[in-house]
């Protein structure tokens, strides 16, 4: 290959710059995507540890974040704190942030 014959003085051609900050940061996705499965977990009351292979796939993560296709019910209950928060008066944005003009 002509280019590794030849270095580049000017440009990345010659350094690491195009290869590993991609491949590197990479891994800041997984780790974000533990955080965000370990709280969803913590918050149903599961604190068990689990492993989490890459490739991740939506399957995957619902697998480990244990959602039921119950869960996902619009037709479920309301509990009573819930029924309480929506039934609550709404308010217009004027009234808390007065002198602002909203559309």
């Known amino acids: 290959m002509w280019l590794r014959a030849q270095t580049a003085s000017h440009g990345v051609l010659g350094a690491k ?5 991609p491949l590197c940061l990479s891994y800041a996705v997984v780790t974000a ?5 370990t709280a969803f977990r913590a918050e149903n009351g599961d604190d068990s540890w ?5 490739p991740l796939t939506v399957e995957k993560i ?3 974040c244990g959602v039921k296709p119950e869960q996902f019910d619009l037709n479920a209950a309301k509990s ?24």
């Not at 710059?17 to 900050?21: D, K, Q, S, Y």
């Not at 689990?50 to 890459?54: A, E």
């Open 17 to 21: 710059a195009t290869g590993e900050p």
């Open 33 to 37: 995507l533990r955080q965000a499965v």
């Open 50 to 54: 689990f492993q989490m292979d890459t």
């Open 62 to 64: 619902q697998q480990l």
């Open 80 to 103: 009573s704190d819930e029924a309480a928060r929506s039934s609550a008066p709404l308010v217009r944005i004027s009234q808390w942030m007065p002198g602002r003009r909203f559309l």
